[in-house]
């Protein structure tokens, strides 16, 4: 849930400080919504000791020595789509989990 490692970063201070005056949707961007209301919990100055992350090494390096990475396929399955193990999803669902977490996002800030 966190951006750039399992523990938050500078990425993810700057990602939330750019969105900090208007929040994700959590109609339309869940997961968004969710990482932003987690990391509106942590305050300030928690927030500006987060350390900034280390960028990934670039894959590829020298096309000389380094042998294409060949990709393995998995082996294709039959559809089970003749079973639904947890029944269909209740829009009532989504919207009681929309007003509560509109509910909670109001009493944070």
């Known amino acids: ?13 700057e990602a939330y400080e750019s969105l900090k ?5 959590v109609a339309t961007h869940p997961n968004t919504f969710a ?6 919990r942590f305050s300030d100055a928690i927030r500006n000791s987060w350390a900034g992350a280390q960028a990934a090494p670039a894959k ?7 042998a294409p990475a060949k990709k393995e396929e998995a082996p294709k ?4 789509d003749d ?7 209740d ?12 509910q909670l ?3 944070l800030i």
């Not at 005056?21 to 949707?25: D, E, F, I, L, Y």
């Not at 829009?91 to 509109?102: H, I, K």
Request: charged letters at 30%.
């Open 1 to 13: 849930m966190i951006l750039c490692s399992q523990l938050p970063t500078a990425a993810d201070r």
């Open 21 to 25: 005056n208007t929040p994700p949707s």
């Open 35 to 40: 990482w932003f209301v987690l990391l509106h």
């Open 60 to 66: 590829g390096g020298d096309k000389k020595t380094a």
């Open 77 to 80: 399955k039959k559809d089970d």
């Open 83 to 89: 079973m639904d193990l947890f029944g269909d999803d």
């Open 91 to 102: 829009e009532e669902d989504l919207v009681s989990f929309y007003r509560f977490t509109m």
């Open 105 to 107: 996002f109001s009493s």
